[in-house]
């Protein structure tokens, strides 16, 4: 391209001197300096890696200043050559070249030093954009792996102490209410099924968060008995929606936990899911003693909340919100606001 508008220029040129040529040699004569830039340019692009600009301002100009001058010079003298092959002689005007000097004149290395300051500037930018978006690309896996990370230290989580609660709950009842005993490890058995059976699944169906969030409560309802009563709240077409994998356990589990477990009365706990516009609303109510300053830090559960959110900023970025407070009349509630999504198949069906 540049050696296409370089040349409709020297054609008009020797036009106007009387020595007019065929468009496709002048075509020829300008494309070929250009080319001999196309050569030297892989020595240009090794600049950045060679002489990092963050090295130094004034190193990185001494460095570049010298080698300009003598790929410059090179060029000058390669392009000149190229030319005398191609028959062409010097421009039909008054300067020329100083005698003396040749095709190297002090005119001429200016425009190099143009040329070549272009090339390096560009090679610079385009080495230092690719440069950061390795880097956000590493941050972003390396983000990736720690929040999955997280995700697996959750489960895990999840196993130590549910699995030996639940089980020293089922020994105890083994003598007097054997029944209830089977009933309780069939169901932790389920639990842990479920837990381990959308591992690396980042979004899941609403509808198998509930199945797992039912599997846990089922549990310590065996547990707790008349002491946790549950309702569960979902509105109708919401059961295909996507959400985080593992995101309603630590929800429920912090409600238990802070509400039904240092409670001696019955304690109520709704999980409710509804949309407002394009958000889904999933809400985790008790009706305990509500979140004393500063006990959510204390508490193990601190530990789930927390990588949740992490986990909701690593999928949704700043589009979400994760709020644990007191509700009015006594009580706590957890609040998550999503961004609606169906999965694909179900978003054509209910587009058709």
Known sequence: MVGGIFAVQYHTVLAEAGRAMPYWRAFLIQT???????????????MPIRWPACNGIPRFIVMNTAIGAVLGTVHLLVSARLLALLGDSAW??????PPGWGPVSMASMAGEFIIYWMLVGLTYVSYYHQVL???????????AKVVTAELTALRAQLCPHFLFNTLNSACGLIPSDPERAETMIARLSQLLRLALQTDGVDLVPLTDELEFARAYLDVEHLRFQERLRVTIDVAPG?????????????????????????SRGPCSLWLVVEQRGSSLVIEVRDDGPGVQPGALERRRGAIGLKTTRARLEHIYGSGYSLTVSNRTGGGAVAEVILPFRLAPDTAEVVAA
Do not use: C, I, T
């Open 32 to 46: 070929g300096p250009w080319y001999v830039w196309v050569a030297l340019l892989p020595l240009v692009l090794q």
């Open 133 to 143: 978006d390795n880097e956000r690309l590493r941050s972003a896996e390396l983000k």
């Open 92 to 97: 039909p005007m008054s300067a020329g070249f």
């Open 238 to 262: 919401l059961q295909d929606a996507l959400v985080p994998n593992f995101l309603l356990q630590p929800l429920v589990e912090n409600a238990v936990h802070h509400a039904v477990a240092p």
